[in-house]
């Protein structure tokens, strides 16, 4: 690409006359905090912070960026795991914040459907649909911070994926600023619609580099008349692998969620959360914490299938222990002792994260033998598996040795450490994403491990849709040439 270079000072300027002073900031003390992925992995440097308030400002601001060849990346909760959100150290980029855009435009409780600006923070749209006695099927540890744009581009995914999907089974429709400015309506919720490319699937998932979700249009279920949260203890993952089949034939569309959880990660919590409880007396190699829901006005089945659903893996050998929580702030206890999984594991060190599926099949018999050949190549190292097992998607953690220097672990062995993990999983004919993203952590592994035709289409893709190559640059799919400065 070349690109004629513009004066900085004539794009800024007509950038704070079109967003005013709420709407844009280059002050260094407002936007350091933004400029710092959620991991602590990546720090960039921009010419601001935009935060727009509408669409429309949207869509005028990607107008001038597209005119003057400005590079932007789009924000949402910045809590993302892959640094998909946080700019280069070119300090050419614009840093494009959606949090002001947190308005829900409507909400149908007849149809179930909700249409939510891009900055809605996911937290917010649970407490908003819960007061009208209905629910949004996706939640997970950073629902506090993570944003609706941030979902939908990253195709985020969660503890409920096994009965509902990812996010992108909870998208009826989308609005999203292209790279020219032009505005792409599809908010429209068609149960039918054959006119040609289903666009809205095409922009889930692409990381904000096709286009800028401004807002969405999502399904909602009614609430749940009842829950049962159980917790068991296994002695291997294959054990976990047959209770989850267990569960599926015995439960059926009552479970809601099956995650697993290794005895060196619930240990990893215990010391964590200074008043947390193992919810099981006696050790054991691993536990799977299980969900069974139903509407309003069945809850009379759920102690009867719980019940027996134990009863009859525990006659078959499926389980060594198990409990049901005794009551609502038990089940939020067992929860919380698997959303403290990663935090507690911060707190020991530094890791290598990957966010990885195999077939669902596969999984017992990859983390089976992938534990042990990691700890066997990297001597002082564990390995770790946890997480959505009836999704096929474990989060394999590699724990640097102990007192090791971040930084120095980082830049040298852990790039080796996920490599040799990402040799494993494409050998088991799974992703190196499962719901993360790619971002800037993982551009090189799948330019490396993709499947050629797949990223030959991608780049064709990027390049009819975003000629200039200005949205979200480095991200997902390498950069063909840097942008020019503006």
Request: with cysteine; proline share 6%.
């Amino acid at each position: 690409m070349n690109h004629p270079a513009h004066p900085t000072s004539s794009f800024i300027d007509q950038v704070r006359t079109l967003l005013g002073p709420r709407g844009f900031t280059d002050d260094p003390e407002l936007v350091e905090p933004w400029l710092t992925d959620w991991r602590g992995r990546f720090t960039g440097k921009t010419l601001g912070l935009a935060s727009p308030a509408s669409t429309d400002e949207v869509a005028a601001l990607v107008r001038l960026c597209h005119e003057y060849h400005v590079p932007i990346v789009p924000q949402g909760g910045n809590s993302g795991m892959s640094g998909g959100a946080t700019p280069d150290d070119s300090g050419t980029t614009l840093l494009l914040s959606m949090r002001r855009m947190d308005a829900i435009r409507s909400l149908d409780t007849k149809a179930r459907e909700i249409v939510c600006d891009a900055g809605v923070v996911l937290q917010t749209l649970h407490d908003a649909v819960e007061m009208e006695r209905l629910r949004f099927p996706l939640t997970l540890g950073g629902k506090g911070s993570a944003t609706v744009g941030g979902l939908v581009s990253t195709n985020a995914g969660g503890t409920q994926v096994l009965r509902h999907g990812s996010m992108r089974a909870q998208v009826l429709g989308l609005e999203a600023v292209m790279a020219d400015g032009s505005v792409l309506d599809t908010l429209t919720p068609l149960k039918k619609d054959n006119r040609g490319f289903d666009l809205k699937q095409l922009l889930i998932g692409s990381e904000g580099t096709l286009g800028i979700v401004t807002a969405a249009t999502l399904r909602l279920l009614p609430e749940i008349g009842g829950r049962r949260v159980l917790w068991a203890g296994l002695g291997s993952i294959r054990q976990a692998r047959e209770l989850l089949l267990h569960c599926e034939a015995h439960a059926g569309d009552l479970l809601e969620g099956f995650e697993v959880v290794p005895r060196h990660s619930l240990a990893a919590v215990l010391d964590y959360l200074p008043d947390a409880r193992s919810p099981l007396r006696g050790e054991h190699e691993w536990h799977a914490l299980i969900e069974l829901v139903v509407q309003e006005g069945a809850d009379d089945r759920l102690d009867l299938v719980a019940q027996t659903l134990l009863e009859s893996a525990l006659e078959q050998d499926l389980l060594q222990d198990a409990t049901i929580a005794a009551n609502e702030h038990q089940a939020e206890q067992f929860w919380l002792l698997r959303e403290s999984i990663a935090p507690a594991e911060r707190a020991i060190g530094p890791a290598a994260q990957h966010d990885i599926s195999v077939p669902v099949a596969r999984m017992a018999d990859f983390v089976t033998e992938a534990v042990p050949a990691v700890e066997a190549r990297f001597p002082d190292h564990d390995a770790i598996a946890f997480g959505h097992l009836g999704d096929g998607n474990v989060h394999f953690h590699v724990l640097a040795p102990r007192g090791s220097d971040r930084a120095e672990w980082e830049a040298s062995q852990a790039k080796e450490v996920s490599s040799f993990v990402y040799d494993l999983v494409t050998r088991y004919g799974g992703s190196i994403s499962a719901e993360h993203g790619i971002g800037q952590v993982k551009v090189d592994e799948l330019q490396r491990l993709g499947d050629p035709v797949a990223l030959a289409t991608m780049r064709a893709v990027k390049q009819a849709l975003d000629p200039r190559g200005i949205l979200n640059p480095g991200k997902l799919l390498p950069l063909a040439s840097a942008p020019d400065s503006p």
